[in-house]
Protein backbone atom coordinates (compact mmCIF):
# COMPACT_ATOMS: atom_id res chain seq x y z
CA UNK A 1 0.00 0.00 0.00
CA UNK A 2 2.91 2.89 1.14
CA UNK A 3 6.33 1.78 0.28
CA UNK A 4 9.09 4.66 1.34
CA UNK A 5 12.48 4.26 0.73
CA UNK A 6 15.90 6.58 1.93
CA UNK A 7 13.54 9.29 2.62
CA UNK A 8 15.10 12.65 3.38
CA UNK A 9 13.35 16.26 4.45
CA UNK A 10 15.92 18.86 5.08
CA UNK A 11 14.70 22.46 5.66
CA UNK A 12 16.64 25.95 6.54
CA UNK A 13 19.52 25.70 8.58
CA UNK A 14 20.69 22.77 7.86
CA UNK A 15 17.96 21.15 9.98
CA UNK A 16 17.18 17.36 9.15
CA UNK A 17 13.90 16.39 10.04
CA UNK A 18 14.03 12.94 8.27
CA UNK A 19 17.64 10.46 7.83
CA UNK A 20 17.23 7.84 5.69
CA UNK A 21 13.51 6.60 6.51
CA UNK A 22 12.93 3.38 4.71
CA UNK A 23 9.64 1.14 5.72
CA UNK A 24 6.55 -0.75 4.05
CA UNK A 25 3.14 -0.51 5.01
CA UNK A 26 0.95 -3.35 3.62
CA UNK A 27 -2.59 -3.48 2.58
CA UNK A 28 -5.04 -4.19 6.04
CA UNK A 29 -1.84 -3.62 8.14
CA UNK A 30 -2.34 -1.39 11.55
CA UNK A 31 0.96 0.58 10.99
CA UNK A 32 2.05 2.64 14.15
CA UNK A 33 4.75 5.42 13.96
CA UNK A 34 5.90 6.77 17.64
CA UNK A 35 8.38 9.18 18.98
CA UNK A 36 8.51 11.90 21.12
CA UNK A 37 8.19 15.86 20.04
CA UNK A 38 10.92 16.43 17.11
CA UNK A 39 11.19 12.87 15.92
CA UNK A 40 9.82 13.78 12.65
CA UNK A 41 6.35 12.09 12.87
CA UNK A 42 4.47 14.78 11.73
CA UNK A 43 6.98 15.97 9.15
CA UNK A 44 6.55 12.02 7.80
CA UNK A 45 2.70 12.54 7.96
CA UNK A 46 3.21 15.37 5.55
CA UNK A 47 5.25 13.75 3.11
CA UNK A 48 2.78 10.75 2.91
CA UNK A 49 -0.09 12.74 2.23
CA UNK A 50 1.74 14.83 -0.28
CA UNK A 51 1.21 17.78 1.95
CA UNK A 52 5.20 18.64 1.19
CA UNK A 53 8.14 16.98 -0.83
CA UNK A 54 10.87 15.10 0.60
CA UNK A 55 14.61 16.36 -0.31
CA UNK A 56 15.67 12.97 -1.16
CA UNK A 57 14.42 9.31 -1.28
CA UNK A 58 11.00 7.98 -2.30
CA UNK A 59 7.60 7.27 -1.51
CA UNK A 60 5.06 4.65 -3.39
CA UNK A 61 1.05 4.53 -2.83
CA UNK A 62 -0.50 1.65 -4.43
CA UNK A 63 2.88 1.29 -6.62
CA UNK A 64 2.61 5.20 -8.23
CA UNK A 65 5.57 7.47 -6.59
CA UNK A 66 3.42 10.05 -5.62
CA UNK A 67 6.76 12.66 -4.50
CA UNK A 68 7.15 14.21 -7.81
CA UNK A 69 3.65 14.14 -8.74
CA UNK A 70 1.93 17.82 -9.37
CA UNK A 71 -0.97 18.23 -7.43
CA UNK A 72 -3.29 18.27 -10.15
CA UNK A 73 -1.92 14.41 -10.67
CA UNK A 74 -2.99 13.81 -6.66
CA UNK A 75 -6.51 13.52 -7.02
CA UNK A 76 -6.65 9.76 -6.61
CA UNK A 77 -4.68 10.02 -3.38
CA UNK A 78 -6.82 12.52 -1.77
CA UNK A 79 -9.67 10.18 -2.12
CA UNK A 80 -7.49 7.13 -0.72
CA UNK A 81 -6.00 8.49 1.84
CA UNK A 82 -7.39 10.47 4.77
CA UNK A 83 -6.51 12.33 7.64
CA UNK A 84 -7.46 12.51 11.59
CA UNK A 85 -5.43 15.41 13.24
CA UNK A 86 -4.84 16.00 16.77
CA UNK A 87 -6.84 18.94 17.44
CA UNK A 88 -10.60 18.07 15.94
CA UNK A 89 -11.36 22.15 16.37
CA UNK A 90 -8.51 23.03 14.85
CA UNK A 91 -9.38 21.42 11.79
CA UNK A 92 -12.57 21.49 12.01
CA UNK A 93 -13.99 24.99 10.22
CA UNK A 94 -16.02 26.43 12.82
CA UNK A 95 -18.38 28.10 10.42
CA UNK A 96 -19.86 24.90 8.54
CA UNK A 97 -22.73 22.61 10.08
CA UNK A 98 -21.54 19.08 10.49
CA UNK A 99 -23.20 17.64 8.01
CA UNK A 100 -21.13 20.29 4.86
CA UNK A 101 -18.47 19.29 6.62
CA UNK A 102 -18.18 15.32 6.50
CA UNK A 103 -19.75 15.59 3.24
CA UNK A 104 -16.87 18.29 2.17
CA UNK A 105 -15.05 15.49 0.39
CA UNK A 106 -17.80 14.42 -1.73
CA UNK A 107 -18.49 15.27 -4.98
CA UNK A 108 -21.56 17.13 -6.14
CA UNK A 109 -23.39 14.23 -7.94
CA UNK A 110 -22.97 11.61 -4.87
CA UNK A 111 -26.08 11.32 -2.26
CA UNK A 112 -24.99 12.85 0.16
CA UNK A 113 -27.77 12.54 1.97
CA UNK A 114 -27.73 8.57 2.73
CA UNK A 115 -23.81 8.88 2.88
CA UNK A 116 -23.81 11.18 5.78
CA UNK A 117 -26.53 9.37 7.95
CA UNK A 118 -24.35 6.34 7.71
CA UNK A 119 -21.47 8.09 8.88
CA UNK A 120 -23.30 9.61 11.90
CA UNK A 121 -24.75 6.44 12.85
CA UNK A 122 -21.09 4.68 12.36
CA UNK A 123 -19.23 7.04 14.24
CA UNK A 124 -21.61 6.80 17.30
CA UNK A 125 -22.92 10.51 16.63
CA UNK A 126 -27.09 11.47 16.51
CA UNK A 127 -28.39 12.37 13.25
CA UNK A 128 -29.56 15.92 14.37
CA UNK A 129 -25.71 16.55 14.49
CA UNK A 130 -25.87 17.63 10.94
CA UNK A 131 -27.29 20.59 11.71
CA UNK A 132 -25.32 21.51 14.51
CA UNK A 133 -21.83 23.55 14.65
CA UNK A 134 -18.29 22.12 16.04
CA UNK A 135 -18.18 24.40 18.99
CA UNK A 136 -21.42 22.37 19.82
CA UNK A 137 -19.73 19.40 20.77
CA UNK A 138 -17.38 18.00 22.96
CA UNK A 139 -13.65 17.07 22.11
CA UNK A 140 -14.36 13.33 22.16
CA UNK A 141 -17.76 14.50 19.64
CA UNK A 142 -15.63 16.59 17.67
CA UNK A 143 -12.78 13.37 17.13
CA UNK A 144 -16.13 11.91 16.17
CA UNK A 145 -16.59 14.08 13.51
CA UNK A 146 -13.18 14.36 12.11
CA UNK A 147 -13.60 10.62 11.94
CA UNK A 148 -16.50 10.47 9.44
CA UNK A 149 -15.43 13.31 7.55
CA UNK A 150 -12.22 11.45 6.60
CA UNK A 151 -14.14 8.36 5.78
CA UNK A 152 -16.56 9.71 3.48
CA UNK A 153 -14.75 9.33 0.77
CA UNK A 154 -14.25 5.76 1.09
CA UNK A 155 -10.30 5.97 1.83
CA UNK A 156 -8.14 2.92 1.48
CA UNK A 157 -6.06 4.41 4.22
CA UNK A 158 -6.89 6.51 7.56
CA UNK A 159 -4.10 8.16 8.76
CA UNK A 160 -4.45 8.82 12.79
CA UNK A 161 -2.16 11.55 13.76
CA UNK A 162 -2.18 11.68 17.40
CA UNK A 163 -6.03 11.80 17.12
CA UNK A 164 -6.55 11.50 21.31
CA UNK A 165 -3.52 13.29 23.01
CA UNK A 166 -5.78 15.67 23.21
CA UNK A 167 -8.79 13.61 25.27
CA UNK A 168 -9.25 12.83 28.64
CA UNK A 169 -8.20 9.25 29.09
CA UNK A 170 -12.12 7.77 29.52
CA UNK A 171 -12.85 9.57 26.31
CA UNK A 172 -9.60 8.33 24.72
CA UNK A 173 -10.62 4.53 25.42
CA UNK A 174 -14.07 5.32 23.35
CA UNK A 175 -12.01 6.76 20.06
CA UNK A 176 -9.22 4.27 20.43
CA UNK A 177 -12.46 1.27 20.20
CA UNK A 178 -14.21 3.02 17.65
CA UNK A 179 -11.15 3.25 15.33
CA UNK A 180 -10.28 -0.27 16.17
CA UNK A 181 -14.33 -0.64 14.76
CA UNK A 182 -14.21 1.22 11.78
CA UNK A 183 -10.97 -0.20 11.09
CA UNK A 184 -12.15 -3.55 10.81
CA UNK A 185 -15.72 -2.37 9.17
CA UNK A 186 -14.91 -0.62 6.36
CA UNK A 187 -11.18 -3.09 5.78
CA UNK A 188 -8.80 0.21 6.21
CA UNK A 189 -5.33 0.37 6.45
CA UNK A 190 -4.18 2.33 9.25
CA UNK A 191 -1.42 4.52 10.00
CA UNK A 192 -1.21 5.66 13.78
CA UNK A 193 1.10 8.15 14.98
CA UNK A 194 1.59 8.82 18.39
CA UNK A 195 4.33 9.93 21.14
CA UNK A 196 2.48 7.05 23.24
CA UNK A 197 3.56 3.93 23.26
CA UNK A 198 0.81 2.36 25.17
CA UNK A 199 -1.63 3.90 22.61
CA UNK A 200 0.06 2.17 19.66
CA UNK A 201 0.44 -0.77 21.24
CA UNK A 202 -3.41 -0.82 21.92
CA UNK A 203 -4.23 -0.11 18.22
CA UNK A 204 -1.45 -1.35 16.06
CA UNK A 205 0.27 -4.66 15.00
CA UNK A 206 3.75 -3.14 13.72
CA UNK A 207 5.42 -0.04 14.84
CA UNK A 208 8.14 2.01 14.23
CA UNK A 209 10.18 3.79 16.51
CA UNK A 210 11.37 7.05 15.68
CA UNK A 211 13.94 9.29 16.96
CA UNK A 212 15.45 12.60 15.27
CA UNK A 213 14.76 11.79 11.91
CA UNK A 214 15.27 8.44 12.13
CA UNK A 215 13.49 4.94 12.38
CA UNK A 216 15.75 3.44 15.33
CA UNK A 217 13.89 -0.09 15.78
CA UNK A 218 10.52 -1.36 14.08
CA UNK A 219 9.00 -4.69 13.90
CA UNK A 220 5.56 -6.75 15.88
CA UNK A 221 4.55 -4.36 18.39
CA UNK A 222 4.20 -6.65 20.44
CA UNK A 223 7.67 -7.96 20.45
CA UNK A 224 9.00 -4.31 20.47
CA UNK A 225 6.87 -3.33 23.94
CA UNK A 226 8.09 -6.83 25.78
CA UNK A 227 11.74 -7.36 24.73
CA UNK A 228 12.80 -3.56 22.83
CA UNK A 229 16.35 -3.40 21.13
CA UNK A 230 16.93 -0.06 21.12
CA UNK A 231 17.89 2.08 24.22
CA UNK A 232 15.71 5.14 22.78
CA UNK A 233 12.74 2.28 22.80
CA UNK A 234 13.31 0.87 26.13
CA UNK A 235 13.11 5.22 27.68
CA UNK A 236 9.92 5.07 25.83
CA UNK A 237 8.31 2.13 27.40
CA UNK A 238 9.91 3.57 30.94
CA UNK A 239 8.03 6.59 30.52
CA UNK A 240 4.76 4.90 29.99
CA UNK A 241 2.06 6.32 32.06
CA UNK A 242 -0.96 3.97 33.24
CA UNK A 243 -3.16 4.03 30.27
CA UNK A 244 -3.22 0.74 29.90
CA UNK A 245 -4.41 0.11 33.23
CA UNK A 246 -6.93 3.00 32.73
CA UNK A 247 -8.12 1.86 29.21
CA UNK A 248 -8.97 -2.04 30.97
CA UNK A 249 -10.44 -0.32 33.94
CA UNK A 250 -12.70 1.66 31.59
CA UNK A 251 -13.75 -0.97 29.17
CA UNK A 252 -14.12 -3.40 32.41
CA UNK A 253 -16.68 -0.65 33.58
CA UNK A 254 -18.19 -0.09 30.30
Known sequence: ???VNNLHRTYRRNVHALKGVTFTVNAG?????VGESGSGKSTLVRLLAALDRPTGGLIRFRGTRIDTLPERKLKFLRNDLQIVFQDPMGSLDPRMRVKDIICEPLDRDYDRSERLRELLDAVGLPQNAATRYPH???GGQRQRISIARALAPYPKVLVADEPVSALDVSVRAQILNLLDELVERYDLTLVFVSHDLAVVRRVCDTVAVMRRGQI????DVEQIYRYPNHPYTRELIA??????????RFQGGS
Open 1 to 3: MIE
Open 29 to 33: QRFGI
Open 136 to 138: QFS
Open 216 to 219: VEIG
Open 239 to 248: AVPTLQGALA
